[in-house]
Nanobody, 128 residues
Framework: EVQLVESGGGLVQPGGSLRLSCARSGFTRDDYTIGWFRQAPGKEREGVSCISNSDGSTYYADSVKGRFTISSDHAKNTVYLQMNSLEPEDTAVYYC?????????????????????WGKGTLVTVSS
């Protein structure tokens, strides 16, 4: 059974850093895109960053480019999101999600919200 379990959220001051982790299990194929979405109170869920195991591509929302870095450790079956220079606007629940139905580029996270699997989320709060 597919599972995605996020960890690493918490309270951090503006300008600080956090690293989120997404532990995956139960995947039946190695052709997938996995990454992070977030939802702030009163706002729509948006794609933050994704990485494709199909073609190695990555995606970053314009708002996080240069500050966030996504990476994957296949030995640990874990995807990370390193978040630097955090801003109050980054406050949100961050969800790990994966698309496994077919070959896919990470760019789908910029426009596609129909991911197959979702974690329960981890809260990131950026505040003084």
């Amino acid at each position: 059974e597919v599972q995605l379990v996020e960890s690493g959220g918490g309270l951090v001051q503006p300008g600080g850093s956090l690293r989120l982790s997404c532990a995956r299990s139960g995947f039946t194929r190695d052709d997938y895109t996995i990454g992070w979405f977030r939802q702030a109170p009163g706002k729509e869920r948006e794609g933050v960053s994704c990485i494709s195991n199909s073609d190695g591509s990555t995606y970053y929302a314009d708002s996080v480019k240069g500050r966030f870095t996504i990476s994957s450790d296949h030995a640990k079956n874990t995807v990370y999101l390193q978040m630097n220079s955090l801003e109050p606007e980054d406050t949100a629940v961050y969800y790990c999600a994966a698309y496994t139905r077919s070959w896919s580029s990470a760019s789908i996270c910029g426009f596609y919200d129909g991911m197959d699997y979702w974690g329960k989320g981890t809260l990131v709060t950026v505040s003084s």
